[in-house]
């Protein structure tokens, strides 16, 4: 029943769990709950959350000191095919690879957003798109561009990169910021596929202002790494989902938070909350960090 009435809240809420919601579950678990029911309240913190506090781990731990823990492994529980009789606990640390050399060398499984998951997130970027663009079909024809050219493995927010710093008197768009940025993670990821995407009004400004600037980036859009949005939408939607097209492998190269696009989810009606939560998963497992100088 309690795995019923989490899903339900996963589902239909309009606030996420966090990590005191689950911490209160895996305690009635740790208390007297079943292995079963363990797995339940692992599986959708999994979903939900990437770390847990050192309090919400040593739950998991009681459970597994507890003689339910054991009755589960007598009764032919998970690691009776690994020939284990006893549940071992220990406090470990992965490698940056993810290799737990305690645990026999086994290397984590990454966990990402499912199939699923992804083909809902794309399909509600796309719909949020078009729906608030002033020339219909625009987004389309970006859609059919991305099919065509992509997936990218980087994405690069250029108006964002080229705006950094730039909040004070006199302050302006500098495109040089872009072609540093552009460089930058070239040169880190030298065989990713590297896509930056820039408002019309940002690219005719290199145009006119920028030469230097703008004739390195018709060389970036010949070579098929360059879309420039059209006047009436919003740039932020086609990087964002030209990195959802990318998968699991995708990174967004930005130098603020998603906050926006996290608004936006929740705003737009209570059925993107789901959609708003993978932003943020998004969010926290496909950064890219680089310093610009």
């Known amino acids: 029943m ?5 899903d339900l809240a996963l589902q239909h809420c309009s606030q996420d769990l966090t990590e005191p919601e689950f911490a ?3 305690e009635a678990v740790a208390n007297g709950g079943s292995y079963e029911q363990l797995v339940d309240v692992l599986t959708a913190m999994a979903g939900e959350i990437n770390a847990a506090r050192p309090s919400t781990l040593q739950l998991v731990e009681r459970f597994f000191r507890s003689d339910r823990a054991a009755a589960a492994l007598a009764a032919g529980g998970p690691l ?3 020939g284990k009789s006893s549940w071992q606990l220990q406090w470990v640390t992965p490698d940056e690879q993810g290799k737990v050399e305690e645990a026999g060398g086994v ?10 998951d992804w083909e809902a997130f794309g399909l509600q970027v796309k719909h949020w798109a ?3 663009e002033k020339q219909a079909g625009k987004f389309q024809v970006f859609c ?3 099919e065509r050219n992509g997936p990218y493995d980087i994405m690069i927010d250029g108006a964002n990169v080229a705006l950094w710093g730039e909040n004070y008197d006199g302050g302006a768009f500098r495109p040089d910021k872009i072609r540093v940025m552009y460089e930058a993670v070239q040169q880190q990821s030298p065989d990713a596929k590297v896509l930056l995407v820039l408002h019309t009004g940002r690219y005719n400004d290199a145009r006119y202002n920028h ?4 004739e390195w980036m018709e060389g970036v859009r010949r070579a098929g790494r360059f879309f420039v949005t059209p006047a009436g939408s919003n740039d932020d939607w086609y990087w964002m989902y030209a990195a959802v097209q990318a998968r699991e492998r995708g990174l967004l190269v930005r130098t603020a938070l998603l906050l926006l696009c996290c608004c936006c989810c929740r705003c737009v009606d209570c059925s993107a909350c789901q959609t708003a939560a993978h932003v943020r998963r998004h969010l926290a497992r496909h950064p890219v960090h680089c310093m610009y100088q």
């Open 2 to 6: 309690a795995k019923q009435v989490i």
């Open 107 to 116: 290397t984590l499984q990454m966990l990402d957003l499912s199939e699923s």
């Open 130 to 132: 078009e729906q608030q």
């Open 211 to 214: 030469k230097e600037a703008f």
């Open 24 to 26: 209160l579950w895996l």
């Open 144 to 146: 059919e561009w991305l």
């Open 80 to 82: 009776e095919a690994l």
